[in-house]
């Protein structure tokens, strides 16, 4: 008998082969960025087959096998603190489409659990749903497990509904027993310490209605799912996930950075290694799926794991950049599973010390902040204010408490918890649920319809039959003049929203002539959308009425269609000029293609120089001039790659492709609407460049007779900022030089004038200065306290070095002022203090600080200089009266 798997990888091939020898079709795991709008990543190993066992997608065989990999961050504090909380995880699932059902999945979880991972069955256990008898019969009587190891468990944990209505049904769940030896006695499954579950079958059978009522489901589908994480605890015979090859030697790269044994480590240490352990693995797969660092959805999770990772490297000392050589250790480990890893290699670490450089700098502006918070001489740290520096600038709580310590002030921590609360509800409410059900009406109707047939490539006119009516939201069988209407045709010219272009405009003609607007009925069409293979067209019914079955006229605004043609021709023509020009490895990370511009945006790490946008520009409008005709036409896939077409990463593609060709120039899989002949583009004009995210730059443009009114439009400001400034327009930026260069003089004496004061005033105190006590050598020290007004807090600063300068080793100087004479709320104070002063006793930051409490302020900073500010000028000349008293007893 073979042995049985051991690593990660032979886990995943063992089970991937078991089922493929039982007539399972292996599936490719899908990106961690789902096609299903409802959630933000790809949460579960059954969410790419959702619309399969919806029945709203043809089954891709009546059975598959997959290892998936998942992303859940709604419990991301407990990850590294448990053995088996994890961000990122691979799960290996058996699904079964209207085909074998319970008894059959039953038959092969314990086939495959005990034969080829060889587990014993004395250390395991299953559950089943308290009224599922079928289920406990086939476990009890079919496979032979112990009744005494069969677990009846409550709809809590063992039964599986999509929401509160839809496909649902019973679970059942294998678990290891880590200490069999303890019987089988009042099993308690809820013991992490001696249970985990790894096998999990969901029985999907029933429908529920409306009214909480169970159907059975006419194709009754298995959905299962198998941790690999897990399974490689169980064989690999570790304490938790963490230590298995899956993540382990992560740690291993971390803790040679920090310079750390992770067996010797305390528990903190320790979780901190996993932290960064698992998360390297997720960040690797997100950027490697596409999704780059922002504050927005998938970028926001992206963001807050990266800066999770530098955190924790900075709680066991790592102070150097270190994520690029995590992110290379995690495409090592796991590309021979995932090979575009290694093909989105420059891309992943690129952005990885993107976003490390941008954290740091983050970091360092939170530590700015704090130092506001302190100088506004709170009693305490707020908890708002605590959770604003962890979450916006990444700012660790310990950090803050320990800081506000040698303040004297405190943190509060619960009103930190509640903050957290908040975002853990937040990130639960976006990232758990699956949602099975059709809310929306529309998703309702499209959903019980066969795909519409587009003709909108050969015909802008043709007659369709309503299929399907919603009114003003809700399902209707007819619409009346006046209504807000969303409809579907049997067939349709009108283009669907897809691929970054919009949908189509136009109208629905009926009734008496409809070639023409004098028809009986018109319906404005505003906007079709997808719905799945549906499309949608949304409107409002001009005239007359219309009624599901009724047959129409759908005619397609040309002047609309003409344009976003030019401009979907353009765009493809552009990102061919953006490879030719800026790099060849230039990649779509979306577009916009609308009737009167276009957006591009694409991965590029730096900006487009002006000169190489005028290139491209040039480039383009000589492709335009030309006059090269297109070729479009549907080939295989595997064809379409091997002869060259461009596919926007992440993308997913049927087997048959449309190809949009410009002849020696570009070639992409587009399903968009296009010109015949580039002359027919016309011009083509660049509008803007500019960064919209870590590695994601934005080019705007016109194309097309959009060109024109952009023209006009900048003429028309030439013409009045010729008129403003009397100058012809080759003139104008020659002016507005000599303008700029001005103010920028004007600014500069200005500035030299305020510090020609604030020295010549610190000037006149140097003779105020009196010899207190002994420094050094014989010496006194240089006591200095005075009232400086009308210099802001740098000038002050500046003079107050300057004196202690001139003062020497024993200076003490104290300057105090109001920036503005005439604004009592804004107090500057500044301690300067030589070498013989501080090691004396008196430590600049912390005396400063004391002192601008007196004015209702606060502050700090080094030991030999530090700055404060307070709110109370009434107080300020006791405030400095009482900095000298202190500093003579210090001093004498």
Known sequence: MAAAPRTGAEIRAAFLAFYKQRGHTPMASASLVPEDPTVLLTIAGMLPFKPVFLGQQQRPAPRATSSQKCIRTNDIENVGRTARHHTFFEMLGNFSFGDYFKEQAIQWAWELSTGVFGLSPQNLVVSVFREDDEAEAIWRDVVGVNPRRIIRMDEADNFWASGPTGPCGPCSEIYYDFKPELGDEGIDLEDDCRFIEFYNLVFMQYNRDAEGNLTPL???NIDTGMGLERMAQILQGVPNNYETDLIYPLIETAQAFAGIDYRSLDDKGKTSLKVI?????????????????????????????????????????????????????????????????????????????????RFLETLERGEKLLAEVLAAAPRQISGEQAFELYDTYGFPLELTEEIAEEHGLTVDLAGFEAAMEVQRQRAKAAAVSIDLTLQEAIDQVAGQLEATRFRGYEALEHPSCVLALVVNGEPAQRASAGDRVQLVLDVTPFYGEGGGQVGDRGVLLGGGDQTSVDAGVIVSIEGVNRNRSVFVHSGRVERGQIAVGDLLTARVDRACRRRAQANHTATHLLQAALKQVVDPGIGQAGSLVDFDRLRFDFHCPRAV????????????????????????????????????????????????????????????????????????????????????????????????????????????????????????????????????????????????????????????????????????????????????????????????????????????????????????????????????????????????????????????????????????????????????????????
């Open 609 to 892: 120089t002006a000169a190489e946008l005028e290139q491209v520009e040039t480039l383009i409008n000589g492709w335009i001039a030309e006059a090269h005709d297109l070729q479009v036409q549907e080939m295989a896939i595997e064809q379409a790659r091997a002869a060259g077409a461009v596919a926007m990463f992440g993308e997913k593609y049927a087997d048959v492709v449309r190809v949009v060709d410009v002849p020696g120039v570009s070639m992409e899989l587009c399903g968009g609407t296009h010109v015949a002949n580039t002359a027919e583009i016309g011009l083509f004009k660049i509008v803007s460049e500019s960064g919209v995210a870590a590695g994601i730059r934005r080019i705007e443009a016109v194309a097309g007779p959009a060109v024109l009114p952009y023209l006009n439009a900048r003429d028309a400001v030439v013409r009045q900022l010729g008129e403003r400034f009397k100058a012809q327009p080759g003139e104008i930026i020659e002016r507005v030089a000599a303008l700029q260069d001005e103010l920028k003089a004007a600014a500069k004496a200005l500035a030299a004038a305020r510090e020609e004061l604030a020295t010549a005033k610190a000037a006149a105190l140097v003779a105020r200065a009196e010899p207190i006590g002994s420094a050094a050598a014989g010496m006194p020290f240089q006591l200095l306290v005075a009232r400086l007004d009308g210099v802001d807090g740098a000038g002050l600063q500046s003079a107050a070095q300057g004196l202690a300068d001139q003062l020497g080793e024993g200076a003490a100087v104290v300057l105090g002022g109001l920036p503005d004479p005439s604004d009592l709320a804004k107090v500057m104070l500044v301690a300067a203090f030589g070498k013989a002063v501080v090691a004396a006793g008196p430590k600049a930051g912390a005396f400063i600080g004391s002192i601008a409490k007196l004015c209702g302020g606060g502050g700090g900073g080094r030991p030999n200089l530090a700055q404060a500010g307070g709110r109370d000028g009434a107080a300020l000349d006791g405030a400095l009266q009482q900095a000298r008293t202190q500093l003579v007893e210090h001093l004498a």
């Open 277 to 357: 352990g698992d998360h390297s693995r997720a960040v690797t797969q997100l950027i490697c799926d596409g999704v780059t660092a922002s504050n927005l959805g998938r970028g926001y999770i992206l963001r807050r794991l990266l800066r999770r990772v530098v955190r924790h490297g900075r709680l066991l000392g790592i102070d150097k950049p270190f994520l690029a050589a995590m992110g290379e250790a995690a495409i090592t480990l796991m590309q021979e599973a995932y090979p575009q890893l290694t093909e989105r290699r420059a891309v992943i670490l690129a952005e990885l010390e993107r976003e490390e450089a």
């Open 218 to 220: 006419a194709a009754r």
